[in-house]
């Protein structure tokens, strides 16, 4: 067992990480990641995918945005350099408008509805500015397809993979590496009835958004890692409030089930008794403010 705390970082952390000026605390979220360890950050392998699924989502319709505005409205090659920098300089200025029709009009069943894509979406464009003022037209249409992905933004993912393993450890395939015992099992199931508790009261509730499958996999995943002793202590930092919510419910549920005694059995008492002292003690769900008033106060 690792004695370390560690901090498992959510995908919305990561990206205030990884593209600091997107946030307004991203400068000091920088500074506290390069204060860990390498084995006091962790982050989870499907967080990456949603990253990388992130970055691409937001390259698609930046990539979308180039064609109907450089290749399809004007004839980009018989502009001089003046008015090429006219026709981007349009395009920034309406680019939430562009952004938000394309993703409607070509993407509505695949990409959401999402600040953090759009944040994405603007600095890449940025980014490409004075390329685009330079190639023909032919050179954008082959440099930016819209049927597969670039070469740009293939080696552009992996370099931020590289940039999160060399600061964090990734944890792949938990359930695959963690020995799991019936006792074990029979704690998760538990952690299992009160997630799927919350997301049905939520839905009740009429809450438009619910925990997704990713994220019962993750809390679970988290749990089973202090439970098997992996890690002393979890901190899972997020800012997304379905994980505190998940982590609420289910102590409630262990209380109740703690609260009902001999009507459960024994052994359900007990494996109640074990998972709500582990996530009381042994695990945490914490905000990004929350970590770094922690981290300004040391």
Same mark, same amino acid.
Not at 107 to 121: C, D, K, Q
Not at 191 to 205: C, D, H, M
């Given at each position: ?52 699924? =992130? ?9 979308? =945005? ?5 290749? &399809?409205?004007?004839?980009?090659? !018989? ?24 993703? %409607? ?16 979406? %603007?600095?890449?464009?940025? !980014? ?63 952690? !299992? ?8 009261? !939520? ?5 438009? %958004? ?23 202590? =979890? ?22 089930? &703690? ?40």
């Amino acid at each position: 067992m690792s004695d370390a705390q560690v901090y498992f970082f959510d995908t919305n952390v990561l990206l205030d990480w990884l593209y600091k000026e997107i946030s307004s605390y991203g400068v000091l979220l920088e500074k506290f990641v390069n204060s860990l360890r390498r084995d006091q950050c962790a982050v989870h392998g499907i967080t990456l995918t949603e990253v990388e699924r =992130i970055i691409n989502d937001a390259y698609n319709v930046t990539a979308h =945005i180039i064609h109907e505005e450089i290749l &399809l409205k004007v004839a980009w090659d !018989s502009l001089n350099v003046k008015e090429r920098v006219r026709v981007i300089n349009e395009i920034e200025k309406e680019f939430e408008r562009k952004y938000e029709e394309i993703r %409607k009009r070509h993407y509505s069943g695949t990409i959401p509805r999402s600040t953090v894509r759009l944040l994405l979406a %603007k600095m890449f464009f940025k !980014s490409l500015e004075d390329r685009l003022i330079e190639m023909r037209g032919e050179d954008v249409r082959m440099h930016f397809p819209l049927t597969r992905r670039p070469d740009d933004i293939r080696y552009y993912v992996r370099n931020i993979k590289v940039l999160i393993a060399e600061k964090c450890t990734i944890i792949y395939d938990i359930r695959r590496t963690i020995i799991n015992n019936d006792i074990t099992e029979k704690k998760k199931e538990l952690i !299992s009835q009160a997630i799927r508790r919350y997301i049905l009261k !939520s839905k009740q509730k009429g809450y438009k %958004k619910s925990p997704s499958r990713y994220d019962d996999l993750i809390f679970t995943d988290l749990y089973l890692l202090v439970d098997r002793g992996v890690y002393s202590k =979890i901190i899972f930092v997020t800012n997304d409030v379905d994980f505190k919510g998940m982590y609420e419910s289910t102590i409630e549920y262990l209380d109740e089930i &703690l609260s009902r005694g001999a009507q459960v059995g024994d052994d359900t008492i007990s494996y109640a008794k074990e998972a709500r002292e582990i996530l009381a003690k042994r695990l945490s769900i914490k905000s990004v403010r929350e970590v770094l008033a922690e981290y300004r106060n040391e």
